[in-house]
């Protein structure tokens, strides 16, 4: 979920060209594939701060708000968190709820479709 969050968030921003030089960037520069980008946030977001500058807190908001979407949690905008936080947020929350068939996981690549 959380790679097809980001995705969606870059895509609906600047586009799919940008999307895939984003993944190429990750793979060449710092040899991370996307299943892997769950587990190496940190470098994601120094990637995309080097990249994006400033303003990539917005995008940091936009791929959370996706994130949460697709697991059906209410997104809360909370001042200073990163990407990383919210992420941890979402597994803390889906960690409390019963465990379902038809609920998507954190690290899945499919879409929910209700």
Do not use: C, W
């Not at 921003?13 to 793979?27: M, Q, T």
């Not at 060449?28 to 994006?52: A, C, M, W």
């Not at 059906?72 to 990163?82: D, H, I, S, V």
């Amino acid at each position: 979920m959380l790679v097809l969050s980001i995705d969606e968030a870059i895509q609906d921003i600047f586009g799919k060209d940008v999307v895939a030089a984003l993944h190429e960037h990750l793979d060449f520069f710092y040899d991370v594939h996307p299943e892997e980008i769950p587990y190496r946030i940190d470098t994601l977001e120094l990637v995309l701060e080097k990249n994006f500058g400033k303003p990539f807190k917005i995008l940091e908001r936009a791929i959370a708000k996706k994130l949460y979407s697709h697991l059906t949690l209410p997104f809360a905008e909370k001042p200073n968190y990163t990407l990383q936080d919210y992420f941890a947020e979402a597994r803390s929350s889906l960690s409390i709820l019963p465990l379902s068939t038809d609920h998507p996981t954190l690290l899945s690549t499919q879409k929910n479709v209700a």
